[in-house]
């Protein structure tokens, strides 16, 4: 193998498709980015056993053939000689890189090893169609609720459900949950559980306006932005239902400014930071929301303009799954939704309420209603 190419292409791709490169592996092709020569083109292929990243840049190709070099080596070193032209070539045992004046030498694995991601080919598959900022905004605004934790696995990732015309998301990690929506071209039906990280990805490669087409089968998802390919496996099993978990009415809602209580409860969060619960504490009543926190730091107590409609309540919180939907949030007013001092409560904005957000309180004794 022995191709040309501009080095800025180059680390670009690398640094690309070496996101789907593994970590902590006890198998090393799959730390590896696949280097594929063909034709006038070079594709840089990563996979870690959940997602693929495939991406094919233009290349004097000299000598055809592939092999594999460790990806996060490879994507650091030509990050650094991005500024020249690049000469790739293979021999026995690994790549020599040619640069300006300069040679240096990475070792290689063979291609023959490394791995492929079921069936690939969209022929013949299911999608559904949807302009690239609506799905930035719906992953931006629910992907962060989603577990990190393996104690379930399915909770790793987002329920998408397109339906009527519209895309449905929804996430939780057993504390909190995000739900939301945006409109798809079309009226495909399809449902599936994506891994999180593979929907963190395809944001980080969409900054335009153009129409995407997610593919999807029983077990792999599949979209390609520009000269980059996402392939990804989903989860199996049975998905929580939000209509189980959101309440369907509520005896004390709150209308408060969305700034005012956001900053007064991250005030309140430096004196908790650390705490294993990040612990905030409202006392709402009529006009007002009182927040305190307490902790070995100190102490912080505030009070918040409100308007409230309904009972006098008492109720604790963590902090950061309070923050986090505060700032998905994005009008001027939202509205918090309670029962008990031990029941979920909601956020949502006063006007468009196509994202909403539930937060599971924590008990506190002799603290609520």
């Known amino acids: 193998m022995k191709f040309v190419c501009d080095g800025m292409i180059l680390s670009d791709a690398a640094l690309t498709v070496s996101k789907a490169c593994a970590v902590k592996t006890i198998t090393p092709i799959l730390e590896c980015i696949k280097l594929h020569a063909e034709n006038d083109g070079l594709t840089l292929t990563a996979y870690d056993g959940e997602i693929s990243i495939e991406k094919k840049i233009l290349a004097e190709v000299l000598e055809e053939g592939e092999l594999c070099v460790n990806g996060k080596t490879f994507a650091d070193f030509v990050g650094k000689i991005a500024s020249f032209e690049v000469t790739v070539a293979s021999d026995e045992k690994g790549i020599k890189i040619l640069y300006a004046d300069s040679e240096s030498y990475m070792q290689a694995l063979s291609a023959q090893d490394f791995p492929r991601l079921g069936n690939r080919s969209t022929e013949g598959k299911e999608y559904f169609e949807i302009r690239e900022t609506e799905l930035k905004n719906l992953i931006s605004k629910?992907?962060?609720?989603?577990?990190?934790?393996?104690?379930?696995?399915?909770?790793?990732?987002?329920?998408?459900?397109?339906?009527?015309?519209?895309?449905?998301?929804?996430?939780?990690?057993?504390?909190?949950?995000?739900?939301?929506?945006?409109?798809?071209?079309?009226?495909?039906?399809?449902?599936?559980?994506?891994?999180?990280?593979?929907?963190?990805?395809?944001?980080?490669?969409?900054?335009?306006?153009?129409?995407?087409?997610?593919?999807?089968?029983?077990?792999?998802?599949?979209?390609?932005?520009?000269?980059?390919?996402?392939?990804?496996?989903?989860?199996?099993?049975?998905?929580?239902?939000?209509?189980?978990?959101?309440?369907?009415?509520?005896?004390?809602?709150?209308?408060?400014?969305?700034?005012?209580?956001?900053?007064?409860?991250?005030?309140?969060?430096?004196?908790?930071?650390?705490?294993?619960?990040?612990?905030?504490?409202?006392?709402?009543?009529?006009?007002?929301?009182?927040?305190?926190?307490?902790?070995?730091?100190?102490?912080?107590?505030?009070?918040?303009?409100?308007?409230?409609?309904?009972?006098?309540?008492?109720?604790?919180?963590?902090?950061?799954?309070?923050?986090?939907?505060?700032?998905?949030?994005?009008e001027e007013n939202v509205v918090l939704s309670f029962n008990t001092s031990i029941s979920p409560f909601t956020l949502e904005n006063q006007e468009n309420r196509v994202h909403q957000y539930l937060v599971l309180p924590v008990r506190m004794g002799n603290s609520g209603n």
């Open 142 to 330: 629910t992907v962060f609720c989603c577990a990190t934790d393996e104690s379930r696995p399915i909770l790793k990732g987002c329920l998408l459900e397109a339906k009527e015309g519209k895309l449905y998301a929804t996430a939780l990690d057993g504390f909190r949950m995000a739900c939301g929506y945006c409109d798809t071209e079309g009226d495909t039906e399809m449902r599936l559980v994506c891994p999180a990280r593979t929907l963190v990805e395809i944001s980080r490669m969409l900054d335009g306006d153009e129409v995407l087409k997610i593919y999807a089968d029983k077990n792999l998802l599949s979209v390609a932005v520009q000269d980059t390919v996402i392939t990804s496996r989903l989860y199996a099993g049975e998905f929580v239902k939000k209509e189980n978990i959101f309440p369907t009415a509520f005896t004390s809602v709150v209308t408060v400014n969305r700034v005012e209580i956001m900053e007064s409860v991250e005030r309140a969060s430096v004196l908790i930071r650390g705490d294993k619960n990040n612990l905030i504490l409202f006392d709402i009543k009529p006009g007002k929301i009182v927040i305190s926190a307490n902790s070995d730091m100190g102490k912080v107590e505030e009070t918040v303009s409100a308007d409230l409609d309904g009972k006098e309540l008492k109720i604790a919180m963590n902090g950061k799954y309070l923050l986090d939907a505060l700032k998905a949030l994005s």
